[in-house]
């Protein structure tokens, strides 16, 4: 079996941990949030902290080339959207950023198109890697 190569996520995990920290913020990486729901461990990128104590979620996908991402998009915003409902209260929000060049439907994923098929996609964002950077920055999660 060969190994996947998933050294694009690190480096957009290193593009992103200068502005949380910019920010205010304090961060846990690749973090075991349990079992999806239909099966399978559900891991995040990033668990961000403010200053007020408040956990955020942060799941990253890149897309360098046209690939497979795209497809997974609309599952991780479901599981990220369980794991808060279950949370009873422990993270209040998720953002999904999405980083590199490749994807084709980038547009309809950032402008909200996912939002009339997901019950709860208010809370989860999926933004930009400049969007969540910016944010980030302005420790404005």
Not at 16 to 23: D, E, K, S, Y
Not at 35 to 56: C, L, M, Q, W
Not at 66 to 85: H, N, R
Not at 106 to 116: E, T, Y
Request: hydrophobic share 40%; glycine share 12%.
């Amino acid at each position: 079996m060969v190994k996947r190569d998933t050294g694009t996520g690190d480096v957009l995990e290193q593009m992103v941990l200068p502005a949380l920290r910019r920010g205010g913020y304090q961060y846990q990486t690749r973090a075991f949030l349990g079992n999806r729901f239909g099966g399978g461990k559900h891991y995040v990128d990033i668990i961000a902290e403010d200053p007020t104590h408040s956990k955020i979620l942060v799941s990253m996908k890149w897309q360098q080339v046209a690939g497979t991402a795209e497809q997974k998009v609309p599952f991780e915003a479901m599981c990220l959207a369980e794991t808060i409902l279950g949370s009873d209260g422990q993270f209040k929000k998720a953002y999904l950023v999405l980083g590199g060049e490749g994807w084709k439907l980038r547009n309809f994923f950032v402008g909200g198109g996912l939002a009339k098929h997901l019950v709860h996609s208010d809370l989860v964002l999926i933004t930009t890697l400049e969007g969540f950077v910016a944010k980030a920055n302005k420790s404005q999660l």
